[in-house]
T-cell receptor, first 113, second 113 residues
Framework: KAGVTQTPRYLIKTRGQQVTLSCSPISGHRSVSWYQQTPGQGLQFLFEYFSETQRNKGNFPGRFSGRQFSNSRSEMNVSTLELGDSALYLC????????????FGEGSRLTVL | AQTVTQSQPEMSVQEAETVTLSCTYDTSESDYYLFWYKQPPSRQMILVIRQEAYKQQNATENRFSVNFQKAAKSFSLKISDSQLGDAAMYFCAYRSRDDKIIFGKGTRLHILP
């Protein structure tokens, strides 16, 4: 079974630009969640999508948005990039069942200059 | 709101020795899941072990075991017979009833040969 795939793996942007990151979950997983990982803050929850609907949202500004398509693939978008948005963005698909184990992708490392 | 605290930013242990990573959490819920995730350097995060709050028995996975103290809201991870491959960031995580997963800030574990 293929794992969670995130693209691109690395990208460099400048302040004020926008970026779109993509995540393909494990086949059969309908829930996708996104996290921002920085050295100082650890992993912070961005949002979760289930069957194309945002089910949960973290405490991030409106510049951070996401969506999920009918094939469960998800994208997240960050507009008007700031230096502080430099981070590893992790996508995880959630196993069905009660425990809700997360299966992570390798992440997209964003550097904002 | 739930919180997860890992009080040890870094730890070191001699190869073949035993190490315990601490995690405390705060919640008013009675039913939830707790997880330990491992993030090796430049590799994706994987699940180490999970614990259902309603189970009194501590979870065990090979060399990894937890000490779950529900009343104290403590969930520590014990790694026995430490191996070089155990070197990683370890994250404690809490899954709430509304399916939000909250991570601690992580503990970086070094294995000394």
């Amino acid at each position: 079974k293929a794992g969670v795939t995130q693209t691109p793996r690395y990208l460099i942007k400048t302040r004020g630009q926008q970026v779109t990151l993509s995540c393909s979950p494990i086949s059969g997983h309908r829930s996708v969640s996104w996290y921002q990982q920085t050295p100082g803050q650890g992993l912070q929850f961005l949002f979760e999508y289930f069957s194309e609907t945002q089910r949960n949202k973290g405490n991030f500004p409106g510049r951070f948005s996401g969506r999920q398509f009918s094939n469960s693939r998800s994208e997240m978008n960050v507009s008007t990039l700031e230096l502080g948005d430099s981070a590893l963005y992790l996508c995880a698909s959630v196993a069905s069942g009660v425990s809700g184990e997360l299966f992570f992708g390798e992440g997209s490392r964003l550097t904002v200059l | 709101a739930q919180t997860v605290t890992q009080s040890q930013p870094e730890m070191s242990v001699q190869e073949a020795e035993t190490v315990t990573l601490s995690c405390t959490y705060d919640t008013s819920e009675s039913d939830y899941y707790l997880f330990w995730y491992k993030q090796p350097p430049s590799r994706q995060m994987i699940l180490v072990i999970r614990q259902e709050a309603y189970k009194q028995q501590n979870a065990t996975e090979n060399r990894f075991s937890v000490n779950f103290q529900k009343a104290a809201k403590s969930f520590s991870l014990k790694i026995s017979d430490s191996q070089l491959g155990d070197a990683a960031m370890y994250f404690c995580a809490y899954r709430s009833r509304d399916d939000k997963i909250i991570f601690g800030k992580g503990t970086r574990l070094h294995i000394l040969p």
